[in-house]
């Protein structure tokens, strides 16, 4: 299998648009990609209410085989958040590891508010990690859930950023 690569499909949204990803809802303003990022061209940008999506990894489907994927090998899974202008901003990073029926496995959330000052000077890319291991033999796929808001409630696109997802 592509042991070593980013299973997911458009992680920074080099395409400039949300392709791969399934929006689950696109409050306030709405989900904006846009220029800027942690690395590439664009980022996806949060607004007052909920910004959410997903995307499923089809393990077989991108080229492991069930031996090898029973064998629990070791995954990592990292997403970089960003507050813009003032703290109190909710993020999540959500990652599920399914069975053949969908039943899950093992399971990280990754769910946090920023705590940075009001401002722009401390509006610093962070990274959300973590890896899975010794999770029970059965793995077939992967979901990933981000999502983002801003709690000051403006108009536009003050929420948490979101960039270079990485399964």
Not at 28 to 40: E, I, L, Q, R, T
Not at 71 to 96: C, H, L, R
Not at 142 to 147: A, N, V
């Amino acid at each position: 299998g592509p042991v070593g690569e980013n299973l997911v499909e458009n992680p920074g949204l080099e395409t400039g648009d949300m392709s791969g990803w399934t929006t689950l809802s696109s409050g306030g303003d709405g989900c904006n990609v846009s220029a800027g990022g942690h690395s590439g061209d664009y980022v996806l940008r949060t607004s007052y209410a909920l910004c959410e999506r997903e995307q499923t990894i089809d393990l077989l489907a991108s080229g492991f085989t069930a031996e090898a994927l029973d064998s629990a090998p070791e995954i990592q899974v990292s997403e970089w958040f960003k507050e813009i202008y003032a703290g109190g901003d909710v993020y999540t990073f959500q990652v599920q590891l399914l069975d053949a029926d969908g039943a899950i496995l093992d399971s990280f959330n990754g769910s946090g508010t920023t705590t940075g000052s009001t401002g722009y000077d401390d509006d610093e890319w962070f990274e959300v990690s973590h890896s899975f291991t010794s999770y029970p033999s059965g793995l077939r796929s992967i979901t990933i859930k981000d999502r983002g808001r801003d709690s000051e409630t403006w108009a536009g696109y003050y929420g948490v950023q979101l960039d270079d997802a990485s399964v």
